[in-house]
């Protein structure tokens, strides 16, 4: 086995680390020098680029176009084979009858109608920039979606609902049915999280800078300074907001063309803050304008990541502009109704008109559309379905084009009558770079992965001090059946919109069927959190995530509390922590679980007291089901501490197959005594085994909680 462990920024999971080297488990050894066996079909081939192309015309002109009729150019290369496929879902012509004045014996034969090609279904995927939506914008989108659905998501399309608010949220998972993303709209505009009023509030900061500007003796310097400020804020939340995108976008990855992001905002900028320096006109010389200039034009750079990103994956982005036709607030023109400074009479304009350049450029770069000004519902589905309705899927043979950078695209038509709309440019992902989108996009969105493993996850409470508490996450795959898995594992704890830890682990493995479990120690404050966990294991390509929701309550929230007990079962595998393996641990069981009756089972938790105490808790615990067990009460003794561990052991053979209930009892700390339960399923090794794959066997009289 191979082992490393290290703590990184969830946005390099998993590229690169630090290995270190420990014998295997229960491998067979081999003979020195010979070739070992993994179980895999070694195969050569090439990987083909793909471009979606629209063509217009005459149904009769564009229905079969073959690759004579095209003339393409990538990255300046003329590619001249590629091969073309008919993607264009034109309705049949009707047969040609034979001439009525014919006689009978020479008439011909009714020709059959030509053949169809069958309609590709789209994958839409509609996002809500909440950041970058003003309160006119958000209202409008959210009705302009309500119009779309019905007419897009329809004859086998499906489609999924994001939302990027105080948090990047999930409100409906890949569908064809449109009434569950109706239901989802509804669950977004009920939601405080997904409300954001920074854009809305873009008025009040450009009227602070004119204000500052124009009524104070030192106006100038103080006005550039908050126009500065407000630059630099507005160009975080920019990238943050169009790394989100593009992390959402990698969702799309492994699904068939065509696909197609509706993505809604009014003030994204390519060049964000950049209108602040339209309020100093040229009677303001000072050399900070240049370095705002020179901000603004490095902005770009996220904007042009997530077109990149979106041409890797072949999406085309329809970006919407919901809120209807306005250049702004006049009313922060000079307050006496002059030009500022020398500059724009209004200056407003050169932030409105900066937006939509940018979402027209976004739209084009990836070959989709803009709609700008509230552009009404209909409209716009009209124009999506028709520039989806009629594709041909260009595949070539990259060969020595280079990868991860962008390549300008040209395509011409050599048919009459034949417009071809495409993208501006793509980019061919090398394979490191396609692995680190897809495991990127199983953070921003695990439940969206498709997973063809799967991963499991646990989190053992250990206590509670300085008023947070800590916890030791369980990551866990089961064994691999090939002989040489390697797997990235890694995790990150989610509270209050920001990431509080995260971490991750890599382990080779050189025998099939070892279970592999990644550990972490957490650190984090009550109240509700969520994780993130995924796993790939790379000699095979598999990927699977999972998330869960819990809430831990702050101790002070009532007398006593006990929080949810791990359930724990000893097992042979791969176990890291801290950059060290070992071969034999325990496994967390979660809710989807069996538990073995032939294994010793322990379950692990904290009770806490809601103030100091200056004597202990009584706590009873007992298991009932089938069979019984009374455990001997406990005075828990806190010693200054908030909270305590609990840690009771089932003996192995205790439980029978059935329903088990385990409860807890705190007795001393009011009228009702404080309970907790936590339920499982305890099954035969025979009978487990007889439906499923067991995993190895376990260490022997082994247990770690």
Known sequence: MIANNWRIPVACLLVAGIVATTPAADTEPTDEGAPREIGLTERAGRRLAQLDV?????SKAIAELTRDDF?????????????????????????????????????????????????????????????????????NSFETARGLIPRLIRDGNRGMIVSAGKRLRTFADLTGDPEVLLAALDEIEGDNEQFDSYAEQEAYRLRDVVETLTDNMDGADRAISAAKRYQREERFRTEKALRLFSSVLARLTDLDPPKAAVYFADTMRRNAGGHYVSFFGKNVADTRLAGMETDAFTGANPFDRLVEEASSHGIRI???????????DSSIVGNRGRPVAGGDPLPTRRGFYDAQDSLVGLAAETGGESFLNGTRPAKIAETIATDLDC?????????????DSPLAVKLRTKRSGVKAHVRGQILLQSGERRRTSRLLAAFAAPKAVQKNTDVRGTIIPTGFSGGRYTAL????????????????????????????????GHVSISGPGVPV????????????FEVIMVAHETTADQVASRQFETDWPHPNDQPASVLPFAVLQPSRGAFLRDGTIRTQGAIGRDDRDLVRTDLPTALVGIVCSGRARNKPIEVERSLSGDTSVDFEPMQVELDGERCAQIRDLIPAGTMTEGSFEYEVRILNVGDEPITHTTDFIAVDPETLESSTRSAPGPAEGQHDG
């Open 473 to 504: 996450l369980q990551v866990s795959v089961p064994g691999s059946p090939l002989s040489g898995a390697e797997w990235d594992l890694g995790a990150s704890l989610v509270s209050k919109g920001a990431v509080r830890e995260d971490g991750a």
């Open 517 to 528: 479990v990644f550990e972490m120690q957490l650190q984090f404050s009550p109240g509700p």
């Open 71 to 139: 003339e393409l150019v990538v990255g300046g290369k003329f590619i001249d084979d590629f091969l073309v496929d008919n993607l264009c879902s034109l309705p049949a012509e009707p047969p040609k009858k034979a001439k009525p004045s014919m006689p009978a014996d020479t008439e011909k034969a009714e020709e059959p109608p030509r053949a169809t090609p069958p309609r590709p279904t789209t994958t839409y995927l509609f996002y809500f920039d909440q950041g970058h939506l003003t309160m006119e914008g958000r209202v």
């Open 54 to 58: 629209t063509v217009r015309g005459k």
């Open 318 to 328: 329809y970006t919407v502009q919901p809120t209807g036709l306005s250049t702004g």
């Open 391 to 403: 594709l041909y899927l260009l595949s070539f043979d990259p060969g020595t084009l280079p990868e």
